[in-house]
């Protein structure tokens, strides 16, 4: 992968010497024009492609050094692992699902050392799939995202096949690979009732379906999971491949196809990720300290498609540097770090990394809070905390009563491997995720999550959620 030529940008000095008076006032015009900016084309569904990451990370940091927020100082650093161990940097375990390990610069190497200092790098194996993508059933094209989504584990594939509706009978969890692997299936695309496999195949919680039932399967032409609704398009499992493609197809698939053509293309590459962290000193408690993240990254391209990523995760990003803007002006009694995730999307890498190889240590962390898909326009906020952060949900609430423009409810679920809060929260810290409802959910993880499906209704509900609650969250 070649390296980047890096935009030559001004860099502020990081000394902490920025005059308030010059520090631009948080606002919604701000984050909308954020979010503008980081779900246009020229950024590429801000993935690896056309280094669509590498250069959201310059823009953000370019916004941070304009701010004058400073990357967390060496010296805070070294004085808060003071007589402790500090975790020397390790890959995550495998039951993570990821090969993922730490790196050099990589694809920044030769960049200013003020730029260097906000990244944490990382790589791991990365299915791409940039060429073409076709689904056609009996001479009829389907469309990309709309008709059906291929799954990112999808290897590279070209021809012609027959089409077989599996009985669903043969969705067993005992027999199903025998049967499908016997080899009557080799050159076929073979249909199955995904709603029925989920209800029989998932035969334990946490089970990885698609490696225990199709990574085995060698005889298989192609397979087309076929179910009411179109299951997303996601990047979480990218990091192996199935022998043959695999579709994700909704009702409106036809029940007596007679055959298909498909065309996949797909390459494996090593990919490197940065998360970026910044960090705001406390004026009272510098030694604790508030996490502030999102993830920055979003899905990329398949086929010819982009997926932009206006509410997912461009609103986040947004929000995080008007937070930005607010505490340089109103230096906080807690210190505050600033993390814009990367990996997000490939099985929440970047947070899991960072977990495993914190920073500052994660002990000194007073409240960790996770911004995500909050560029919609609805009234109710969808959350999610660890055990030990069920209060900081409560005090949000109590923050959204008190307010001239409260949310009708906090709808709690149930801690789940969802979003950059989890791995915090199964390391012991105090944690939680939000995002927004409304009309625009329906575009989740589809090219059609883009600016003009975006919503600046909740920017001030949510900023002042954030703010007052830094104020006054206390362990």
């Known amino acids: 992968m070649k390296k980047i030529i890096l935009g030559a940008m001004s860099i502020l000095a990081m000394n902490g010497c920025c005059n308030k008076a010059d520090i631009p006032a948080p606002g919604k015009e701000y984050y909308d024009s954020i979010v503008k900016e980081l779900s246009s084309a020229e950024y590429w569904g801000r993935s690896n492609y056309n280094n669509g990451t590498i250069k959201a990370a310059e823009f953000i940091m370019g916004e941070m050094e304009a701010i004058g927020v400073a990357p967390v100082p060496q010296e805070t650093i070294e004085s808060s692992w003071k007589g402790k161990e500090r975790p020397e940097l390790h890959s995550l375990q495998p039951e993570f699902k990821s090969l993922i390990t730490p790196c050099g610069a990589r694809r920044w190497e030769g960049a200013p050392e003020s730029r260097l200092a906000y990244l944490q790098h990382f790589n791991f194996p990365l299915n791409t799939q940039r060429g073409k993508v076709e689904l056609t059933v009996d001479g009829v094209t389907l469309q990309n995202t709309v008709n059906y989504t291929l799954k990112e584990f999808s290897p590279s594939f070209k021809g012609d ?14 027999t199903f690979c025998k049967y499908m692997d016997s080899g009557k299936f080799k050159d076929k695309a073979v249909v199955l009732d995904w709603d029925h496999f989920r209800k029989t195949m998932y035969t334990f919680p946490g089970i990885e379906v698609y490696k225990t039932y199709f990574v085995p399967l060698q005889n298989v032409g192609a397979l087309i999971c076929k179910g009411e609704e179109l299951l997303p398009y996601f990047k979480s499992r990218n990091h192996f491949n199935t022998p043959m493609p695999v579709f994700m197809a909704d009702s409106t698939f036809p029940s007596d196809a007679k055959k298909v053509h498909i065309e996949t293309n797909a390459e494996m590459i ?147 491997d969802y ?44 900023f002042n959620l954030v703010t007052t609650f830094v104020e006054e969250y206390r362990r």
């Open 270 to 416: 090593d990919n490197d990720a940065h998360n970026i962290i910044a960090y705001i000193p406390g004026s009272k408690h510098p030694d604790k300290h508030f996490i502030i993240s999102c993830h920055y990254d979003h899905l990329g391209v398949c086929g010819d498609e982009i997926f932009y990523g206006a509410s997912d995760n461009s609103s986040g990003t947004a929000m995080l540097l008007n937070l930005m803007r607010h505490f340089k002006k109103n230096q906080p009694e807690y210190s505050v770090m600033f993390i814009f995730f990367d990996a997000e999307e490939n099985n929440l890498l970047g947070s899991f990394f960072y977990a495993d190889n914190p920073v500052l240590p994660l002990e000194n962390i007073e409240y960790f809070i996770e911004l995500d898909m909050i560029g919609d326009n609805g009234n109710n906020i969808v959350c999610q905390s660890s055990d030990n952060g069920v209060s900081g949900i409560e005090l949000m609430e109590s923050i959204s009563s008190r307010s001239a423009d409260p949310y009708e409810s906090f709808i709690r679920q149930e801690l789940e």
């Open 161 to 174: 096949l027959d089409v077989v509706y599996l009985d669903n009978k043969h969705l067993n969890p005992e």
């Open 419 to 462: 979003a950059d809060h989890y791995p915090f929260a199964l390391k012991g810290v105090p944690a939680m995720y939000m995002e927004t409802d409304g009309e625009y959910n329906k575009y989740y993880h589809s090219p059609r999550d883009c600016y003009e499906h975006f919503s600046t209704r909740n920017y001030d509900r949510i």
